[in-house]
T-cell receptor, first 113, second 110 residues
Framework: NAGVMQNPRHLVRRRGQEARLRCSPMKGHSHVYWYRQLPEEGLKFMVYLQKENIIDESGMPKERFSAEFPKEGPSILRIQQVVRGDSAAYFC???????????FGQGTRLTVV | QKEVEQNSGPLSVPEGAIASLNCTYSDRGSQSFFWYRQYSGKSPELIMSIYSNGDKEDGRFTAQLNKASQYVSLLIRDSQPSDSATYLCAVIFNDYKLSFGAGTTVTVRA
């Protein structure tokens, strides 16, 4: 049973470009969380999704950021018109249910130049 | 605002000693509690989950939960240098959001 898969592992974007981060949950998991982590800081909640639904997006910036988890395919975190401050590690975690354990992918390190 | 608070580190313990980590949470309705370990530059790894009051042991790790006091702890017995990492307390609040504390960095001295 493969773990949570994130790609790409490293992503470099110029200011103003778009970044697309993908997360394939573990088999049988229909819940996905996205987090952002700056160096030497904690995990900041961004969004919680269930298949085809956004359950909680209270941690998402109001502009430029969006997330989806379609019926088929991976969850996508999209950042439009990236700025230097978006440079961070982005982690997703998947879970089989609302109160269950969540398992993390290896993360995507986004660098904006 | 719902919060997860961890005792500030860093925590330095000699090899073979017990490392004790503490966490409090603000939402009395929370039902699921977890401890994750994160090595520098790596992703968080789940090491313990606990759902009911009392102790839960897994190898050298023991998690303790007291819902009345809104308190969860992690004990690491016979600490090894490989246990040196940041430990994250996580709680699923009653709005189903999985929230993390800031983490406690543990260093085990050989």
């Amino acid at each position: 049973n493969a773990g949570v898969m994130q790609n790409p592992r490293h992503l470099v974007r110029r200011r103003g470009q778009e970044a697309r981060l993908r997360c394939s949950p573990m088999k049988g998991h229909s819940h996905v969380y996205w987090y952002r982590q700056l160096p030497e800081e904690g995990l900041k909640f961004m969004v919680y999704l269930q298949k085809e639904n956004i359950i909680d997006e209270s941690g998402m910036p109001k502009e430029r950021f969006s997330a989806e988890f379609p019926k088929e395919g991976p969850s996508i975190l999209r950042i439009q018109q990236v700025v230097r401050g978006d440079s961070a590690a982005y982690f997703c975690a998947s879970s089989p249910g609302q109160l269950n354990e969540a398992f993390f992918g290896q993360g995507t390190r986004l660098t904006v130049v | 605002q719902k919060e997860v608070e961890q005792n500030s580190g860093p925590l330095s313990v000699p090899e073979g000693a017990i490392a004790s980590l503490n966490c409090t949470y603000s939402d009395r309705g929370s039902q699921s509690f977890f401890w994750y370990r994160q090595y520098s530059g790596k992703s968080p790894e789940l090491i313990m989950s606990i759902y009911s009051n009392g102790d839960k042991e897994d190898g050298r790790f023991t998690a303790q939960l007291n819902k009345a006091s809104q308190y969860v702890s992690l004990l690491i017995r016979d600490s090894q240098p490989s246990d040196s990492a940041t430990y994250l307390c996580a709680v699923i609040f009653n709005d189903y959001k999985l929230s993390f504390g800031a983490g406690t960095t543990v260093t085990v001295r050989a």
